[in-house]
């Protein structure tokens, strides 16, 4: 039997990330999960120094990063979710963000992490690699990676009584 009882969305708030949090959301309504929602910010500060020396605006500029992503994060959460799943909202800062998702997960003890993935083609992904395949060779527990567009398995709740009529 599968047991699901922390299930973790990492986020980079875009398309196959928003469809991934449906997937969260749902699953763990389904397992009775609770359900954490990541986002690792880049680190604005470490990539300050590379060649041109410090600039005295990273740090403000980091925090600004920071505060627009849990600005995100609190938008896509709603008290709902935060009820209903305990919820929760977690923001790491990371040059490297496959690490940091698979840190977290190892830290939390997930159980299951969901991400988006882009389905770039073979050259593309061979050029900039991928940050949801890092996660699957390295996590410590099933990952579940979605793409955009996707087979469609959670429906809206107004279509699901619509077809059950």
Same mark, same amino acid.
């Given at each position: 039997?599968?047991? +699901?009882?922390?299930?973790? *969305?990492?986020?980079?708030?875009?398309?196959? %990330?928003?469809?991934?949090?449906? =997937?969260? &959301? #749902?699953?763990?309504?389904?397992?009775?999960?609770?359900?954490?929602?990541?986002?690792?910010?880049?680190?604005?500060?470490?990539?300050?120094?590379?060649?041109?020396?410090?600039?005295?605006?990273?740090?403000?500029?980091?925090?600004?990063?920071?505060?627009?992503?849990?600005?995100?994060?609190?938008?896509?959460?709603?008290?709902?979710?935060?009820?209903? +799943?305990?919820?929760?909202? *977690?923001?790491?800062?990371?040059?490297?963000? %496959?690490?940091?998702?698979?840190? =977290?997960? &190892? #830290?939390?003890?997930?159980?299951?992490?969901?991400?988006?993935t882009h389905g770039r083609g073979a050259?593309?992904?061979?050029?900039?690699?991928?940050?949801?395949?890092?996660?699957?060779?390295?996590?410590?527990?099933?990952?579940?990676?979605?793409?955009?567009?996707?087979?469609?398995?959670?429906?809206?709740?107004?279509?699901?009584?619509?077809?059950?009529?």
């Open positions: 039997m599968v047991t +699901l009882k922390r299930i973790l *969305v990492a986020t980079d708030f875009g398309d196959a %990330a928003g469809v991934a949090f449906a =997937y969260g &959301r #749902e699953l763990a309504r389904t397992f009775g999960a609770s359900l954490e929602v990541l986002h690792i910010a880049d680190n604005v500060l470490a990539r300050g120094f590379a060649g041109e020396g410090y600039m005295a605006a990273y740090p403000d500029l980091q925090r600004d990063v920071e505060e627009a992503a849990a600005r995100q994060l609190d938008a896509l959460v709603c008290d709902e979710d935060r009820a209903v +799943l305990s919820a929760k909202t *977690v923001i790491r800062v990371s040059t490297s963000p %496959a690490m940091a998702i698979v840190d =977290y997960a &190892r #830290e939390a003890h997930s159980d299951l992490i969901i991400m988006g050259m593309a992904h061979l050029l900039m690699g991928s940050v949801a395949e890092r996660v699957v060779r390295t996590a410590p527990c099933p990952v579940l990676t979605v793409r955009t567009p996707e087979h469609e398995f959670v429906l809206p709740d107004a279509l699901v009584a619509v077809a059950n009529e």
